[in-house]
């Protein structure tokens, strides 16, 4: 294969976390004997622009299909995150309701209705099945991958945008240079797209391996975006780090010569440079570091089942299933997970077919451990439950797997 961005084939592989299904693919009772598509999961390293990808695309018509279970609006901390990013970006580049502001990956349209109070017009472009809910609230929504095709089909209808928003969905692009064809397109000569990415930094340092899916195509640094915007007539004009999702890349980019470029640019290229991140070395300790992780975590398990205590799953992250998967646990040692997702209670997770039930089941059972599946805001998560009343120990998966008791 060649690499998404500089198309070289000089890629080389540093992790391997086996043969997984969909980590989004949740199945449910009557389709648990059937035979369950699989496909590789490995890492490579662009050794010509530092792209972190998949060595593997899967057919994107299979991962975001009518039944795909995320739905962004059901996550609180996603909300407001959304809501302080939607306010800045309508302060930073003065938008207007003469302007209009289009998301990319739009869901069920969680992000775009902050718009509604700026009066800024909005369209929505999303593949899935989730879209049904955008549509309900009355918002725009294009019902399609987004590529060049789309880009066009969109202008005609509804104009050029000043703003495109591409939140956790930019990694996940199977055709990237049909899907940059398209933002040329539909950009406004001044307009500005904005990217949210899993920053590979937040992923080495944290250990940060189940981010890793079938959807994330691409472990984004600044430098391999910044040949990516070059070749298609862009520059990136500014870029921060923000929390959400255990760390992830804020890039905004527009056309060469219409914006001031940021010196926050070159700051994040040095700090990159600095921590490695363009070196083989760097990645090959981090896959070693994920091994010792997993064989850690099935200790902690194994020795938690041999005095008869009860484990469950905290929440069913897509993340979760590349870590259930990967370190092999399946119903026998994690009884099942809990949620608050409607769409994904009653189901059962690929792979490792542990079924999910709601939320109120931990505290009527009250087991012994509850083994934290969305780990990055283990604080949260834990305060939370402590507080609904859940008395039982936590299971933190990584970066070091260790019972804490909250």
């Known amino acids: 294969m060649n690499c998404f961005i500089c198309k070289k084939s000089k890629l080389f592989k540093f992790l391997s976390l086996g043969h997984q299904p969909p980590s989004d693919a949740f199945l449910p009772a009557e389709a648990l004997q059937k035979p369950e598509a699989t496909f590789p999961l490995d890492l490579l390293l662009c050794e010509d622009c530092s792209l972190i990808q998949l060595g593997y695309t899967v057919d994107p018509k299979i991962l975001f299909a009518e039944d795909y279970a995320y739905n962004s609006g059901t996550n609180k901390v996603l909300r407001e995150h959304f809501k302080d990013f939607i306010d800045k970006l309508v302060s930073k580049y003065k938008l207007s309701e003469k302007d209009l502001a289009v998301d990319i990956g739009s869901n069920d349209g969680s992000l775009l209705e902050n718009y509604a109070l700026h009066k800024v017009k909005i369209l929505g472009i999303d593949p899935s099945g989730v879209t049904k809910l955008a549509l309900q609230k009355g ?38 240079h049909s899907f940059m064809r398209g933002i040329t397109y539909l950009l406004a000569p001044d307009g500005v ?10 992923m080495v340092e944290g250990l940060q391996y189940d981010f890793v899916y079938h959807e994330h195509l691409r472990y984004y640094t600044l430098k391999p975006l910044t040949v990516l915007f070059e070749m298609f007539g862009m520059e990136v004009i500014d870029a921060e780090r923000v929390p959400i999702h255990g760390g992830s ?11 001031p470029v940021s010196p926050a640019v070159q700051k994040i290229l040095a700090e990159e440079k600095k921590s490695g991140l363009y070196d083989k070395k760097t990645y090959l300790d981090f896959a070693k570091k994920v091994e010792k992780t997993k064989l850690s975590l099935q200790k902690i398990l194994m020795d938690i089942k041999t005095v008869d205590h009860r484990i469950v799953g905290i929440g ?9 998967n990967y370190c092999k646990i399946d119903s026998q040692i994690v009884s ?44 949260i998560l834990m305060k939370k ?10 299971i933190l998966p990584a970066p070091k797997p260790v019972i804490l008791d909250f």
Request: no cysteine; glycine share 8%; proline share 4%.
């Open 336 to 379: 099942y997970l809990v949620e608050t997702s409607e769409r994904k209670i009653g189901q059962f997770t690929p792979g490792m077919h542990i079924q999910v039930v709601e939320e109120s089941q931990l505290f009527k059972d009250q087991p012994e451990y509850a083994l934290l599946l969305s780990w990055t805001i283990a604080p």
């Open 316 to 324: 069913a992250p897509a993340k979760g299933n590349t870590l259930l």
């Open 193 to 202: 797209f904005v990217s949210e990415s899993g920053y590979t930094h937040d």
């Open 385 to 394: 439950l402590r507080e609904k009343g859940y008395k039982g120990k936590f």
């Open 249 to 259: 890349i804020r890039v905004h980019a527009g056309f060469k010569g219409k914006h």
């Open 139 to 176: 918002q725009p929504t294009i019902v399609d991958f987004f590529n060049e095709t789309t880009a066009k089909a969109a202008v005609k209808k509804y104009g050029e945008a000043k703003i495109i928003t591409a939140t956790n969905v930019f990694a996940h692009v199977d055709d990237l």
